[in-house]
């Protein structure tokens, strides 16, 4: 740990996520009897104050919040996210990249961030095994669960004085980068598809509440809703 992180001193965090999520993050952070503090960061310029306070620790999970280099950068700084997904599918949108390609596992990926997104060096991982053919829904879910899971290793190393892990060397990023463009791609049917392309596209980016598959003709666009799960 840097000297900054010394144990004379609560370890002080900046938790870049959702505030419902940030608050089960400091309850186990207690549970584990962690001598930490927590600045809750939701925004870029929430991100900017609290880390001009003296924090140097990041913990990212669950936003789209990009670390400028500017903080990244910051002597003694450390900043670790945890991506919802297994390394095999980093970038944004993974659980329908996932769900398209019929993956049998999925899980989270603790990495250190540098300035490409989704590239830093792989603390650690949790995966599981996927049952049938998941749907994006389910997949996000066990993203989700799996990321809390490394959560609470990352602060079961911490309270026991052992710090931050190292990268792991056998644990690597695989796959295309998920970005906006290729998932809108994905959405999008044409007739000279299969049904079985169709349908496979239908239920890989599909989300209860949100009509993302579509068919373009004649200047015309046209949505499909999807069905309520039973």
């Known amino acids: 740990m840097p000297e900054e992180m010394a144990a004379d001193q609560p370890l002080l965090i900046v938790s870049l996520m959702p505030r419902s999520l940030a608050e089960w993050v400091e309850a186990r952070a207690r549970d584990f009897n962690l001598d930490s503090k927590f600045l809750f960061a939701e925004t870029l310029e929430d991100l900017e104050r609290t880390t001009s306070s003296g924090a140097r620790l990041v913990l990212s999970f669950g936003t789209g919040v990009i670390v400028p280099a500017r903080i990244l950068d910051v002597p003694g700084m450390q900043a670790v996210n945890i991506h919802a997904a297994s390394p095999e599918f980093p970038g944004r949108d993974p659980h329908h990249f996932a769900a398209y390609a019929g993956t049998r596992t999925y899980g989270a990926t603790m990495h250190h961030m540098i300035r ?70 994905l959405c999008r049917v044409n007739a000279s598809m299969d049904r079985a392309e169709i349908e496979r596209r239908i239920r890989a980016c599909s989300m209860p509440g949100h009509a993302n598959v579509h068919l373009d003709l004649h200047g015309y666009r046209f949505w499909h809703q999807p069905e309520s799960p039973s």
């Open 116 to 185: 490409q997104v989704d590239a830093g060096p792989i603390l650690m991982v949790e995966l599981r095994h996927v049952v049938g053919e998941a749907r994006p829904e389910v997949l996000l879910a066990m993203g989700n669960d799996c990321g809390k899971v490394l959560v609470e290793r990352l602060f079961e190393r911490l309270a026991a004085g052992k710090g931050i892990p190292d990268a792991d060397p056998t644990l690597r990023w695989s796959g295309s980068t998920g970005t906006r463009r290729r998932f809108l791609e």
